[in-house]
């Protein structure tokens, strides 16, 4: 049953990355975006933002803007799943020997890669914006994990919208309060520069200790707790979105 589900789970992600390919102008806009934020924050305001920290302000501002391009990413996610199911597809495998579980694992797998290579691009501009780094090839591996571990947590929510939403654009709607998540974090300023009441929520919601974490790490220095403090909730997260999203889709499939 198992060899089943990974082989029903590798032809689905197959089926998804090829419509991908197809459309390669959803990975360049899923990037265009975090990109034109990147260059206006460094360009035009960077010059006037002081973090304390005697960092470049494209170091500073990176990490808070690789989690808005996967963001952004994840809402092609429930479009996609949305689509599927407005065309019957979930029908279709249903009255084929599929495992159920593949349909839904081959979205996610296929979110996690197409916003791998968004990431890559946005990187790649920001080397050529002036980002430097001399983290280690494991400092890498640990961002790339976190950065993986949080596409997966984005996309099961993804998961839910798509399969609950009741219009296209509902599907993909749900994805703007986390573009405008990090925003209120210390993605692009410090927490301790924001009034109170906004100071608090900054500094307790999951951006901000998954951001300080990824600029800690990318900037080889001590990472603390806020390594532990994202993990939970990343962990979290993903729990919740995976078990609602399954529960959703067992009800409907059934």
Request: charged share 10%.
């Amino acid at each position: 049953m198992t060899t089943q589900m990974f082989h029903d789970t590798a032809a689905l992600t197959g089926r998804s990355l090829r419509h991908v390919l197809r459309s390669p102008d959803t990975i360049i806009t899923t990037a265009v975006t975090p990109v034109a934020l990147m260059l206006m924050f460094v360009y035009v305001f960077g010059g006037a933002i002081s973090t304390g920290s005697g960092e470049s302000y494209i170091n500073y501002t990176l990490p808070g803007i690789l989690l808005i391009t996967v963001a952004s990413g994840v809402a092609y996610t429930a479009y996609r799943l949305f689509l599927d199911r407005q065309g019957g597809m979930f029908e279709r495998f249903q009255s084929m020997p599929i495992s159920r579980s593949g349909v839904l694992w081959a979205h996610v797998l296929t979110s996690v890669s197409a916003n791998l290579a968004s990431l890559a691009l946005v990187i790649g501009v920001a080397l050529i914006a002036g980002f430097r780094t001399g983290a280690s090839p494991a400092a890498w591996l640990a961002v790339v994990g976190i950065l993986v571990l949080f596409t997966l947590a984005l996309t099961w929510l993804a998961v839910i919208a798509g399969l609950g939403a009741k219009t296209v654009e509902g599907a993909s709607a749900f994805s703007y309060p986390l573009i405008f998540l990090p925003f209120i974090s210390s993605a692009f300023v410090p927490t301790s520069t924001m009034p109170g009441p906004v100071a608090w929520f900054a500094e307790n919601q999951p951006v901000t200790s998954i951001v300080d974490t990824l600029r800690a790490m990318l900037a080889q220095e001590p990472v603390g707790s806020d390594f532990w403090v994202a993990l939970l909730w990343l962990v979290g997260i993903l729990g919740l979105a995976y078990a609602g999203a399954t529960a959703i889709y067992r009800r409907r499939v059934n």
